[in-house]
Nanobody, 115 residues
């Protein structure tokens, strides 16, 4: 059994920064891609950024230049550093991991950008 647990969400003012973390635990072997998705109220869950096992990142346009995804393979952890946050970044952020062909999800962490 594999569990993904996100942390680091909270309330932040526009223009502020926040770093999310997600750690995989349990029977974890060979994590391939890891990714962050987000889901705003009333909207679909959408990809924000992903990173492969070699550390090569990929970003959607809205995250480019503001967010940085990274991972620590020794800790089975992926991070999302978010800067220049905007109210439209408000969402529940979910971690996703491809472990030997199976995709696992965390339960999400809420990020609220508001003054």
């Amino acid at each position: 059994q594999v569990h993904l647990v996100e942390s680091g969400g909270g309330l932040v003012q526009p223009g502020g920064s926040l770093t999310l973390s997600c750690t995989a635990s349990g029977t974890v072997f060979s994590i391939r891609d890891m990714a962050w998705f987000r889901q705003a109220p009333g909207e679909e869950r959408n990809l924000v950024a992903s990173i492969d096992s070699d550390g090569i990142p990929n970003y959607v346009d809205s995250a480019m230049g503001r967010f940085t995804i990274s991972r620590d393979n020794a800790k089975n952890t992926v991070y999302l550093q978010m800067g220049s946050l905007k109210p439209e970044d408000t969402a529940v952020y979910y971690c996703n991991a491809d472990i030997r062909g199976y995709y696992y999800w965390g339960k999400g962490t809420l990020v609220t950008v508001s003054s």
